[in-house]
């Protein structure tokens, strides 16, 4: 049973880190300072969001926070379309981070869902115990094993 200690243990956050170099790395020559910006801000927004919210302590506040980062992700594949459109990416490369966005966003939202089911309350509800250890002993309670093995072939 696989099991999240930190943000980082999460596929979604691990997803979105690939996500937000790739972006980094697909425009490195783009000269257009507003559209890098917006895009880059965009990708980091997903996985800052969803670190922000593992950390918060509330099942309420982890439900918004991954809401935010989902929206991101949205906004991401929004701008693909732009840097695709103006000619800043290729059809190649944008397939490509189109499918890493959509990929964060699928994980995004089964990953809510799973939450959303579960008994969790957060951190102040359990004193002296760590945050994540509360979310983790809840939500694999509540078949995180089956999201994992289907998006990721592994448990």
Do not use: H
């Amino acid at each position: 049973m696989a099991t999240i200690r930190r943000f980082e243990d999460m596929i979604a956050w691990q997803k979105a880190r690939e996500l937000t170099k790739e972006v980094y790395k697909a425009l490195v020559n783009c000269r257009d300072r507003g559209f890098n910006d917006q895009i880059q801000r965009a990708s980091v927004s997903v996985m800052s969001n969803l670190a922000e919210g593992f950390e918060r302590g509330t099942k309420q506040e982890f439900l918004n926070y991954l809401y935010i980062a989902k929206g991101s992700a949205g906004e991401v594949r929004a701008q693909l379309y732009v840097g695709l459109d103006v000619g800043y990416l290729n059809n190649e490369t944008f397939k490509y981070l189109n499918e890493l966005a959509l990929d964060c966003s699928r994980l995004i939202y089964s990953f809510t869902e799973k939450l959303k089911g579960s008994n969790v309350r957060g951190e102040q509800f359990r004193p002296g115990e760590d945050p994540a250890e509360s979310y983790l002993r809840e939500i694999t309670k509540k078949g995180a094993p089956e999201v994992y093995e289907r998006f990721y072939g592994k448990k």
